[in-house]
Every structure is written in C-alpha cells, then in structure tokens.
C-alpha cells in the first residue's frame, strides 16, 4: 500500500498544476536543508584565509582562537579598590603596565650607566637583555644601531596611569566580576588586554583634545578618562543602543564631574562624517567595526558570517578605510591617530592602513607618516604574544599561553 502511494506521488504530471506542486515540494526540501552555522563559516573562511597568511603558526593560532579567552582587570581609579587590588595581589595577578615601566626604568639606568647594548648583553649590568629583543642580532653595527634605537623608544615611553592587573603566561585564573564600592562606582572592567595597547600607543598628553571615533561599548573610553590627561574627549558610535551602552559604562566607573560637557561629549553619528568637522584633535582613536574574529567562531549571535550579512562583512574593508579617513582627517597637522582591529586579516588591517595613507596624499594633499610601534614587542613582551610579520603596525596573536587578542594596531602622524 505505501509503495503504490510513493509511486502515485511520484508519477509524471503534466500543466500547471505540476510546475505548482513542483515548486512547493522544492522549497520544503530548502527550508529542512540543515543550515550551516555562522561559526562553522566563519572557520572555514580563517582556515582558507589565514593559513596563507600565517603559514605553519595559524595551528596554534586557531587552538588560541577556539579556546576560552583571557581577561584583564582594568582598575578604576575612581572607586576605593585598595581591598580588590590585595586581593587580585593575592592571586598573583600582577599589574603588567606595572611590570613593563619597572623593567624599563632598570633600561634606563644602562642607559644612563652609558653602557651599549653590547655592553648589556656581555651581562656587565643585571638586566635580562635577551628578553628585551630576542629577534634582534647585535652583531653589526646596523643591528646595533637598531637595538639601542629599540632600547632608547622602550625606556622613553610614557607610562599612564593605567592600573590593568593580568594573570601570568600560562595562568588561567579568572577575574571576580567588578563591585560597588560605597559611593556606588565599579572596582573594575573586565577586558581583553590587548585592547589597552592601542590607546597605550595614543600616547595621550596632558591637555589634549582626544576623540574616540567607534567608542561603543566603552573598554577603550573608560582607559582613556582613566589616565585624566584629556582635556576634552569625544566618544563617538554610530549605534544608539551600543551608545546606551557607553553611556551606562561611563556612568557605572566615572564621576559625574568628569562627564560634565566641558570634559566628556557623547555622540551618536556616522563616523565617515566627521571630516566635515575642522581637523581639531590632538589624538583619535579609530577602533573600527570589523569580522571580531574570536567572535565569529564562537558565538552564532550577531555573527558578521551570518548569510544575511555577507554584502556587509565584504564591504568591511572599505567602511574601515573610510572611518581610518575620516580620522586622520579629523586630526590636527602634526596629531596623531591610532588604528585598530580585532581581526587577523591583512585586508582589514596592513591594507586599509597603506591604503589611507595613499588616499589622505593624493585626494586631500596630506601627508601621513607610519610610526614604528615595534618597541612595544618588547615593553610587552611578558604579557602577550606579537607577530613580527606585519609590514605597518603590530598584531596580537592568541595563544594557548597568553590568550589575548587578536589586536592589530596601528600609529600614523600627520605631517600636514
Ligand atoms: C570594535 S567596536 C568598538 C569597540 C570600542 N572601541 C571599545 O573599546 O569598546 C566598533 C564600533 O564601531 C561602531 N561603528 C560601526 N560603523 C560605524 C560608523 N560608520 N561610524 C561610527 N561608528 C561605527 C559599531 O557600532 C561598534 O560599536
């Protein structure tokens, strides 16, 4: 009886009524088709994509990827956290801005000493110059200018008053989440460490006039008002709910004097505008929406390898290029503007990068100039892994032992 049914189903038709039934048999069949997950696609892309880009690290570079991510806990200045920080101490948690400015003073007594690199590396001072810069040869006295070069950014960086506790390489203790203190601010804000080192290498000066381009949620934001060097900043984010979440950030860590207009403007516009505003700021930060490449293999929510959003991760590179444009524009001759991604991709980061400063000289007759960034391999070393294989800029590799980032980063100048 079921197969003489199966058969009548399936017998040839013929008019209309066969195309009809045909079209609904075919769109059932679509709809039960298992559908692909965005993490899945988003793995299959990085495999293809960075196993190119990355040759023989991209297995370790995936293993770090898929696994839990590390945090740090970024200390508010604002709150009473004496009780949290002795209690992060007691974890041994240790503060890694800390630890890199203690290093760096031990560099500049060699420096002050009138030791050479190849003084410090015959060990005729107590300092573990092997770790400053293992990838730099000193034999040649290129090498050699390059190393004291390397040594001479390290020790003149300026720290800022960052407190940004982290567990130690291979440590994967958890942070408590942040607490009330008596006046009803947050001890502290989890993120991924990495995130710190592009508004570290906005190297902000006292009174300086800061925008934030792409602030939303806030990580960067928070860190930035937590140095209190600004004189005025602007957080900018195109999307009102992430800006709902900036704003409830800053209200939940920052006293309210220091969101009074005069210090602190919340906006909510398309940051490819911003060029129509006179080129003001001493320092912007353009941290710009990209593939969030952990994000992308671990979560199926809001997920850029969504099919829906395939037109839209595509035009990534070139919404970044745009807002990378718009920043530099609205820097001042001689400001500098910080680029970020947390992406792998050379697309999203060397190229938009070497493709603005290509733009900003023949469209708008202004001069850019790529800063090196390489000595923060160095201040870092301890905390993070970096890649020496970018042509402009750093990158944060995860990794099983210090899993942070990714975090590619880059530092341009305006000349004019
Ligand atoms: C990587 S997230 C920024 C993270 C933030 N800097 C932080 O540290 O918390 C990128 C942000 O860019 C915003 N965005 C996307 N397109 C934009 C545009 N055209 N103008 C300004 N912001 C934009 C997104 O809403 C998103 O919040």
């Known amino acids: 009886?079921?197969?003489?049914?199966?058969?009548?189903?399936?017998?040839?038709?013929?008019?209309?009524?066969?195309?009809?039934?045909?079209f609904l048999y075919k769109k059932k069949w679509a709809t039960t088709l298992p559908r692909i997950p965005c993490t899945k696609l988003a793995l299959r892309n990085f495999d293809m994509n960075y196993s190119l880009q990355f040759g023989d690290r991209w297995p370790s570079i995936r293993i770090g990827l898929l696994s839990e991510q590390k945090y740090c806990a970024l200390i508010n200045n604002f709150a009473q956290t004496e009780k949290v920080i002795q209690e992060l101490e007691l974890l041994n948690a240790k503060d890694f801005i800390y630890e890199s400015r203690q290093r760096s003073l031990a560099l500049e007594l060699v420096i002050a000493a009138g030791s050479s690199p190849k003084d410090e590396r015959s060990g005729c001072l107590d300092v573990q110059d092997e770790e400053l810069r293992p990838d730099v040869p000193i034999d040649g006295d290129g090498a050699r200018a390059e190393h004291t070069q390397t040594v001479l950014l390290q020790s003149s960086f300026n720290y800022p008053r960052i407190k940004c506790y982290t567990f130690s390489k291979g440590d994967i203790s958890r942070f408590s989440p942040a607490r009330l203190d008596s006046m009803g601010r947050l001890s502290h804000y989890l993120m991924d460490a990495a995130s710190l080192l592009p508004v570290l290498a906005l190297d902000v000066q006292p009174g300086d006039e800061v925008l934030d381009l792409c602030a939303a949620p806030g990580g960067k934001t928070l860190a930035l008002l937590q140095m209190e060097r600004c004189r005025h900043l602007t957080a900018n984010d195109l999307s009102t709910s992430r800006t709902g979440r900036l704003h409830r950030v800053i209200q939940s860590y920052v006293p309210r004097e220091l969101c009074a207009p005069g210090s602190l403007r919340i906006t909510c516009c398309d940051g490819r505008d911003w060029a129509e505003e006179e080129s003001t700021y001493d320092k912007v930060l353009v941290d710009v929406p990209c593939t969030t490449d952990r994000h992308s293999l671990l979560e199926e929510e809001n997920n850029i390898f969504h099919k829906m959003r395939t037109k839209e991760r595509q035009s990534l590179p070139m919404l970044q290029l745009e807002l990378l444009i718009a920043g530099l524009l609205a820097a001042k001759p001689t400001g500098d503007v910080v680029y970020s991604t947390c992406s792998l991709s050379q697309l999203q980061n060397e190229y938009v990068v070497e493709r603005a400063v290509e733009v900003l000289a023949v469209e708008y007759g202004v001069n850019v100039r790529i800063e090196d960034l390489s000595f923060f391999r160095g201040l870092f070393q301890d905390t993070f892994y970096f890649f020496d294989g970018c042509r402009v800029g750093e990158l944060v590799l995860p990794h099983l032992t210090a899993n942070f980032g990714p975090m590619y980063f880059c530092k341009l100048r305006r000349i004019t």
């Not at 009886?1 to 045909?22: I, K, N, Q, S, Y």
């Open 1 to 22: 009886m079921a197969l003489a049914l199966l058969l009548w189903l399936r017998r040839p038709r013929v008019g209309p009524l066969r195309t009809f039934r045909r």
